[in-house]
């Protein structure tokens, strides 16, 4: 018996403080970039394939989430993690960023670059614009990012909220609605969540302008990272939901038609003759 499969999760926009990168230019050449290594983060080889890293995210936002950890940096950690993982997980951006990893640990590579190559450090604009360009095509403008460390004009941004969400395997399976209380650093506010159908335990739910309040800018994100409460009847292995189901000896003997209750409703079930105790059969 499967859980219907979740709906693929709207991507949360990657942020970038000034202070997470900092450039320092003399003449055509950048002397110092201080940037975040996203492998190192997230533990893992520059060669790791996309199920690595979406394995090893999982397990580090489950270590570091603000709401289980007792870790004092906990917050901070989780966020770093997510971020590295925003970035990793998309096959552009990776790439983009690779590139640029490349260059800041070996510059000279660069310095008289062939055709092939994305970008090179010569030509009409200095190395700190084009180096600039790389960063803004891969984080973007979309929030007042800006590689010198000017504001860019924006107003600051409200921090992100992160909490999580229990459901019920009935919500999970059929979909559904929450109300929830959340207390912010201006009150408590209630908000109407959406619950989607088939949505899996561990996937994390945006809602975008419910975080704290910005000094002037946009809202920051609530995300809710789903977890299922404990059910009586069933427990959950991955995207499947299993049941013990007591039957006496002579009916597994002799075989018979049981009626199970399901998530979707009772059906019935047929137990084949000379079954033995553990077997498993599929609904």
């Known amino acids: 018996m499967n859980i219907v499969p979740p709906s ?22 950048v002397n110092t970039v201080d940037f975040k290594d996203y492998y190192k983060i997230l ?16 397990k580090l936002a489950r270590k570091y989430h603000p709401d289980v950890s007792d870790e004092p940096d906990a917050q901070a950690k989780f966020q770093e993690v997510s971020e590295a993982y925003e970035v990793l ?17 070996n510059p000279n590579r660069f310095r008289n670059a062939g055709g092939g190559q994305h970008f090179q450090f010569d030509g009409n604009f200095s190395a700190e614009d084009q180096f600039e360009d790389l960063l803004r095509s891969i984080f973007g403008d979309a929030r007042g990012f800006d590689p010198r460390g000017r504001s860019g004009g924006s107003a600051p941004r409200g921090r992100d909220i992160h909490h999580r969400l229990h459901i019920t395997l009935e919500e999970a399976y059929a979909g559904g609605s929450r109300m929830l209380r959340l207390g912010t650093m201006n009150g408590e506010k209630t908000i109407n969540v959406k619950i989607p159908k088939g949505i899996a335990e561990g996937r994390e739910l945006r809602l975008k302008g419910q975080g704290e309040t910005g000094r002037g800018g946009e809202a920051g994100d609530l995300y809710l990272q789903v977890e299922f409460e404990k059910h009586p009847l069933y427990d959950v292995e991955g995207d499947n939901v ?3 189901l007591p039957v006496a000896p002579w009916e597994a003997a002799l075989g018979t038609s049981v009626e199970v209750p399901t998530l979707g409703g009772r059906v019935n079930l047929r137990i084949p003759s000379n079954s033995q105790n553990g077997s498993r059969l599929r609904l």
């Open 8 to 29: 693929k999760s709207r991507e949360k926009g990657i942020e970038y403080s000034a202070d997470d990168l900092k450039l320092n230019a003399v003449g055509q050449q």
């Open 43 to 58: 533990g893992i080889e520059p060669s790791a394939s996309a199920e690595d890293i979406k394995r090893t995210y999982k």
């Open 89 to 105: 997980k998309d096959k552009d951006k990776r790439a983009e960023y690779d590139e640029l990893r490349e260059y800041v640990n």
């Open 242 to 244: 299993t049941l013990v």
